[in-house]
Nanobody
C-alpha cells in the first residue's frame, strides 16, 4: 500500500507561482507513477500532469503546458509540481495519485490510479 501526502497549496495572485509537493511512502512507492489532478467546485476531477517512475517520462494537460513543470526526487520519494504564471482558472483542490510504473497515454483517466492523497487548495486571485 502507498500513502500520499500533498502539500504546498495557498493563495496567490494571478501571474504568481506555487510549488506543490506529493510525498509518497509505503512499500514499492518508488515504483509508482505520480499524477496531479485538480477539482474545482462543481466540476469533474481532471488530470494536470503525470511523471512515470522508471523512465521519468512526463505528461501535461494542454491547459497547463508551458506553465507547469512536474519533477521527481526519488531519493526523497517526493514529486513536485511547479506552477508558474498562475491564472484564476487554475483555482481548485489539487490531488496527487499513484499508479503502477508508467503514466501512459491514459494518464489523465482518474480510474487508473490506485492511491490518492488528501488534496491541497490552490486559490488564484485576479
Amino acid at each position: 500500500e502507498v500513502q500520499l501526502q500533498a502539500s504546498g497549496g495557498g493563495l496567490v495572485q494571478a501571474g504568481g507561482s506555487l510549488r506543490l509537493s506529493c510525498a509518497a511512502s509505503g512499500s514499492r512507492s518508488d515504483e509508482y507513477a505520480i499524477g496531479w489532478f485538480r477539482q474545482a467546485p462543481g466540476k469533474e476531477r481532471e488530470g494536470v500532469s503525470c511523471i512515470s517512475s522508471r523512465d521519468v517520462s512526463t505528461y501535461y494537460a494542454e491547459s497547463v503546458e508551458g506553465r507547469f513543470t512536474i519533477s521527481r526526487d526519488s531519493a526523497k520519494s517526493v514529486v513536485y509540481l511547479q506552477m508558474n504564471s498562475l491564472k484564476p482558472e487554475d483555482t481548485a483542490v489539487y490531488y496527487c495519485g499513484a499508479r503502477e510504473f508508467y503514466c501512459t497515454d491514459s494518464w489523465s483517466w482518474k480510474y487508473e490510479y490506485d492511491y490518492w492523497g488528501q488534496g491541497t487548495q490552490v486559490t488564484v486571485s485576479s
